[in-house]
């Protein structure tokens, strides 16, 4: 019952510095998602793929690369860390997010980046 | 204006109290999803919606979608429904995408 496993769950950058955050999953979900949360805000959509080969840019996708190459993985790299990009960040994944009503999201425990 | 609007923003209660979280949005959807933040960051996703309404235990979520509105109810509170619950939206169009209230912050005291 692994469910959305997320790694690491705290890390400090200094600036310039580059990590890639993991995510996998073993629901064999299509759709995966790597989120934002910003003190007193809502999530931001950072980058998503609905599947193996296919992602696409969100809302807030500067700074960041991500790739899918299976359908279990979908890693978060950071190129060269700016203090902008202290947040916590959550990576998400559904089966479809169509219109059938008893899909629900899946989110891992979060991770929380500093960067000095 | 944000495209997804929650009220209150911070509600206190009493054990035993009724809650609502109103959640409010501005574009066409195709669903709507109810999450509840905990204390140590973990997010799990209560109901998803696309009509109607949804209960799971005390918790009960309700859309209208004419209104554009949905709103959670939480029955018999209890200090373990402190958490920060969350409303997202599902848009329609060429390209879904979740959009997310900025959450409710629920403290429900003993």
């Known amino acids: 019952n692994a469910g959305v496993t997320q790694t690491p769950k705290f890390r400090i950058l200094k600036i310039g510095q580059s990590m890639t955050l993991q995510c996998a999953q073993d629901?064999?979900?299509?759709?995966m998602y790597w989120y934002r949360q910003d003190p007193g805000m809502g999530l931001k959509l950072i980058y998503y793929s609905v599947g193996a080969g296919i992602t696409d840019k969100g809302e807030v996708p500067n700074g960041y690369n991500v790739s899918r190459s299976t359908t279990e993985d979908f890693p978060l790299r950071l190129e060269l860390a700016a203090p902008s990009q202290t947040s916590v960040y959550f990576c998400?994944?559904?089966?479809?997010?169509?219109?059938?009503?008893?899909?629900?999201?899946?989110f891992g425990s979060g991770t929380q980046l500093s960067v000095l | 204006k944000n495209e997804v609007e929650q009220s209150p923003q911070n509600l206190t209660a009493q054990e035993g109290e009724f809650i609502t979280i109103n959640c409010s949005y501005s574009?066409?959807?195709?669903?709507l999803h109810w999450l509840q933040q905990h204390p140590g960051g973990g997010i799990v996703s209560l109901f998803m919606l696309s009509s109607g309404k949804k209960k799971h235990g005390r918790l009960i979520a309700t859309i209208n979608i004419q209104e554009k509105h949905s709103s959670l109810h939480i029955t018999a509170s209890h200090p373990r429904d402190s958490a920060v619950y969350i409303c997202?939206?599902?848009?329609?169009?060429?390209?879904?995408?979740?959009?997310f209230g900025k959450g409710t912050k629920l403290t429900v005291n003993p």
């Open positions: 998400a994944s559904s089966p479809d997010l169509g219109t059938a009503t008893n899909e629900k999201l899946f």
């Open positions: 629901m064999n979900h299509n759709y």
């Open positions: 997202a939206v599902l848009t329609q169009g060429g390209s879904e995408k979740l959009v």
């Open positions: 574009v066409g959807i195709s669903a």
